[in-house]
């Protein structure tokens, strides 16, 4: 009896599917043009489609990425290092703001692990309070990467900072007092 009633299922899903594809007689069925569209396609114009980013594969993501400008050490370079790194010591030297104030003008200017580091600094133990000269570039041995001297009410201050890319602002990676002050 279980034969006979597979045998029966196997002949309606058979003559189904057989239906759903008989030829009505009207001779051949038209092929499709990739401008048509039926009740279950969409019309898709090629020039819509979104072309693939140009760039380079990362092996490990798979994801496309383009090419960065690579910085180099010209007049530019050195003249943004120096202003970021002033900006950068007038935010961090307020030790009369209240924290939330003080993060809100500093956290801007810090780089990730920066952040991360002195998101808890008590800054009203911050000794600086004023930037009294201007910035000298005092190591530039990566394009990357330079350290400022900024002078301030407490001596030379020392501001650590990097960049991604020709096209990314400098960040601040660390402050540094004057020998002596913690």
Known sequence: ???IGTAALVIVAVATL???TADDGGGPSPT???SSSGPFLPSVDPSTLNPVPPGVIDEDTGETYAPQPVPEW???SRASVIAAAETAMRAYGRPDLAFEEWWAGVSPLLD???SRDYANLNSSRI???SVTGAGVIIDDTSAYVATVEVPTNIGPCTVILSRA???SPWLVSRFGLPEGWH
């Open 18 to 20: 057989t239906a759903c």
């Open 165 to 167: 890319d020709a096209e």
């Open 32 to 34: 499709p043009s990739s």
């Open 127 to 129: 000794p600086v309070t």
């Open 1 to 3: 009896m279980r034969r």
């Open 112 to 114: 990730q692990k920066a």
């Open 74 to 76: 010209d007049d530019e």
